[in-house]
C-alpha cells in the first residue's frame, strides 16, 4: 500500500487525498461504517473514503463488492495490475465519459490528415524529451561530450527527417514514423544505459518479461503512467482503444500508447535518479526463468518516489501545476478538441 505523499496510514487525516495501491500477497479492501479497511493478516486499518483518489489492487490482492460499490459512489477509480503495473482490468463510474460525440469525433479524426500532423507533434516531443534527457545527465558525467554531442546530432536528423515528411498516407507516414521513433529510442537507451552504475548496465530494452533491474523498473514507472493516463481519457469521454499512431489491438487501449509517448520522461528520471543515486540496489531485485523482478521493499521505494515526483509541482507549457495534473490538462485540452473537431480530408489508406 502506497499514498502519493510517501506517508502512513496513521498521516491520512491530516493529508490530501493519494493513491491507494495494494500490492502486498493477502492483502484485501473491504468496508466498515461507511470507510475503507484496508485487511492483512496481522492488522486491520480504517481509512476515511474522501482522502483517497484512486484504488489500485495486484493479482495477489482481493477487494469486496462493498468496497466496489462504495468506490464508484464515490467516483474512485478502481484498476487490477500485472507485477509491472500494467493495468489488465478497470472498474469505473458509468458516468465517465458520456459525451458520444467525443468519441464519434475521435474516430473521425484518426483517419484525417489532422490525425497525421498530430502524430508528428507527438514524435517530435517525444524525441526532444528524450534530447533533453539525455543533455541533463549528460551534464555530470565525466568524458562523456563527444558521445553525447554525436547522439545529440543524431537526435536532430531524426527530428529534422519528420519535419520535413509531408506524405498524407498514413500507412507510409506510420511506417515513417516509426522507423525513426525506433532508432531515437534505441539510440536514447545506450545513453541511459551509460549513465548507469556498471552492475546495471543493460544490452538492450526489455519489456515482458524485463532482464535486468532497471528495465524492470522503468517498466514498473511506465505502468503507472499507463494506469494513470488510461483512467483520465476515461474521465474524460475519449475512447481508449482507439489509437492515431499505435495500430488498433484486440483489447488494447492503443490511445493511452500514443498519449504516453509525451510523458515517458516522467518516469525516466525518477528511476534514472533511483540507481544513479544508489537508492536501489541488487538485493532489491530476484531472478527467474520469467526475468526479473522488483522485491516488495524497492516497490514501496519506487512508488513512494515516483508518485512524490509525479505531484512536484513545475511550469509546463506556461502553466504551474504538479506533473499529474499537467496529464491531466493535456487529456481534457484533447477531449475538448475532439468534442469540438471538424474533420478534414481523410487519409488515403488506414493505419
Known amino acids: 500500500m502506497c499514498n502519493n505523499n510517501a506517508l502512513n496510514v496513521s498521516n491520512l487525516y491530516t493529508m490530501k487525498k493519494f493513491e491507494l495501491i495494494l500490492d502486498n500477497y493477502g492483502t484485501g479492501l473491504s468496508v466498515k461504517d461507511g470507510q475503507f479497511v484496508i485487511r492483512t493478516k496481522e492488522s486491520r486499518q480504517s481509512l476515511p ?29 478502481i484498476s487490477f495490475v500485472e507485477r509491472d503495473n500494467m493495468p489488465y482490468a478497470r472498474v469505473w463510474n458509468s458516468q465517465f465519459g458520456s459525451i458520444a460525440t467525443i468519441r464519434r469525433n475521435q474516430l473521425v479524426f484518426s483517419g484525417s490528415v489532422d490525425g497525421n500532423e498530430w502524430i ?66 534505441k539510440l536514447f537507451f545506450r545513453c541511459i544505459c551509460s549513465f548507469l552504475p556498471k552492475e546495471f548496465h543493460f544490452t538492450k530494452r526489455s519489456r515482458r518479461p524485463a532482464l535486468d533491474p532497471f528495465n524492470a523498473t522503468l517498466n514498473y514507472c511506465y505502468g503507472i503512467l499507463y494506469n494513470k493516463i488510461e483512467s483520465m481519457l476515461i474521465r474524460s469521454g475519449l475512447d481508449p482503444h ?46 527467474s526463468q520469467y526475468g526479473v523482478s522488483i522485491l516488495p521493499p524497492a516497490k514501496k521505494i519506487i512508488i513512494e518516489v515516483m508518485f512524490s515526483y509525479l505531484n512536484e509541482k513545475i511550469t509546463y507549457k506556461n502553466n504551474r501545476a504538479k506533473r499529474i495534473y499537467h496529464m491531466h490538462l493535456y487529456v481534457q485540452d484533447f477531449a475538448t478538441k475532439m468534442k469540438e473537431y471538424k474533420h478534414n480530408e481523410v487519409k488515403k489508406s488506414g493505419i
Open 49 to 77: 473514503v474522501t482522502k483517497v483518489r484512486s484504488i489500485c489492487l495486484s493479482k495477489s490482492t482481493s477487494i469486496t463488492g462493498m468496497a466496489i460499490k462504495l468506490a464508484l459512489e464515490n467516483e474512485i477509480d
Open 242 to 287: 482507439i489509437g492515431i499512431f499505435h495500430k488498433d489491438q484486440y483489447n488494447r487501449p492503443v490511445l493511452v500508447f500514443d498519449i504516453i509517448e509525451l510523458f515517458r520522461q516522467w518516469a525516466e528520471y525518477p528511476v534514472i535518479q533511483l540507481f544513479q543515486n544508489n537508492i536501489l540496489q541488487m538485493a532489491h531485485y530476484s531472478s
Open 120 to 185: 508528428k507533434i507527438v514524435i517530435e516531443q517525444k524525441i526532444k524529451n528524450q534530447m533533453a534527457l539525455v543533455g541533463y545527465f549528460a551534464k555530470n558525467k565525466s568524458n562523456s561530450g563527444p558521445f553525447v554531442t554525436e547522439m545529440q546530432n543524431k537526435f536532430s536528423s531524426y527530428l529534422l527527417k519528420i519535419h520535413e515528411s509531408r506524405t498524407n498516407d498514413a500507412l507510409d507516414l506510420a511506417n515513417q514514423l516509426r522507423g525513426w521513433e525506433a532508432n531515437a529510442s
